[in-house]
């Protein structure tokens, strides 16, 4: 590991330039685990967030993992002249991953005006100032959401798009047009779109990882708050799905396989391999169900997970994996973690929270966002 990082480091002082990568959003979980695999594949990583989702500890956690620490400026995207004297600050960015986005469905529904602000501005302020500074290439983070309950599993990019179910689905939806119509307008800008399926896990180090905000929504957080405790017990919401065991089927994707999908598609881009857009699924292929996801946590932690079944939450579809074969051959990438690697990595970023939290009783640091 030592050693890696030395190489890394003396290659970056010696190479002519590493290409320089804005990545908004940079802090939050999917961005933060990407990051680390950008530096480690030996590019410059510049991070924008407005820390609305995140703490600026997790700068610390990616200096710890890589031996680098990236620039880091707070802004909101929605701002855009804060973001263009950004790119006149740091000039010669070859390309952007646009993480930077609300996410909660179910907040969204109560309160759609600041998603579909924040969702739609942030990205049309920034395909806004690409060509104004020279910046041919993005990748933005879309979202299984858009295809609702397919009609074929597992579903593939060229599946329709159903009527969102929740105005964050739409901004995903829009977002994408928006991307289309752009580069449809404007043959010079190249993007991949990618579809993400339901990350979980964190860095193996536990150096970084998901910090839910209050109540988790998503269920591996929560699963592991109720292990360690925090929560009473999971509810499972719903076991009289058409399902083998009636609970609802995901495709779980570990976090450092959908991190590494990042630098493929960033390579594929600055390698000029990319028309005008791309649209990759970002999966296993394999569908897990709750009832599995919570056995196999237990098994592989040994631990139990306090739960229930409970009535089924509104606007969750039944069954949804991906078919990622479009990825596995054009990004020459696939997802390698077991879902038993994965979910041991829940647990010990678990335990590193709460470590963390110990040690701000005792007075030390602080762990924000969680
Ligand atoms: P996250 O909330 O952990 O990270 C998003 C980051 O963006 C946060 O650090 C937040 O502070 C920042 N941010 C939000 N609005 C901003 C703004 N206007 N300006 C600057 N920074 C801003 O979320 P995540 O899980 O890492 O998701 C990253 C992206 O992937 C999002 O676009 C999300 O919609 C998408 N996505 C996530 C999932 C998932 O299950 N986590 C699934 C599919 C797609
Ligand atoms: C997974 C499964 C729940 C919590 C969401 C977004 C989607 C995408 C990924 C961003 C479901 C069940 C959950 C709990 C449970 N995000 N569950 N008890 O709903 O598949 O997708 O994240 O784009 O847009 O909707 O993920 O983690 O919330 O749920 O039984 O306390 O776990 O019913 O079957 P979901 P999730």
Redesign the pocket.
Known sequence: MEVKKSIKKLFNKFSSSPDRILV??G?????SHTVVELINAGYEVCI???????SVDVLNGIEKITGVRPVFEN????DYVALDKFFKKYEGIKAIIH?????AVGESVERPLPYYR?NLT?LINILELMPLNGIKSIVF???CTVYGQPDELPVKETAPIKKALSPYGNTKQICEEIIHDTIHSNDKIKSIILR?F??IGAHPSAEIGELPNGVPN?LLPYVAQAAAGIRKKLKVFGGDYNTPDGSCIRDYIDIMDLAKAHVCAMKRLIDGKVESVETFNLGTGRGLSVLEIIKTFEEVNDIKVPYEMADRREGDIEQVWADPTYANEVLKWEAKESVKNTLRSVWKWQMHLMEQEEDHTKGGGMISGS
């Open positions: 908004t959003g802090m939050g979980y999917i961005g924008i967030d407005n820390l609305s989702n995140s802004i909101d995207c929605t993480f930077a986005a609300l996410k924040n942030s983070s879309s979202s993400y339901n990350p998503n």
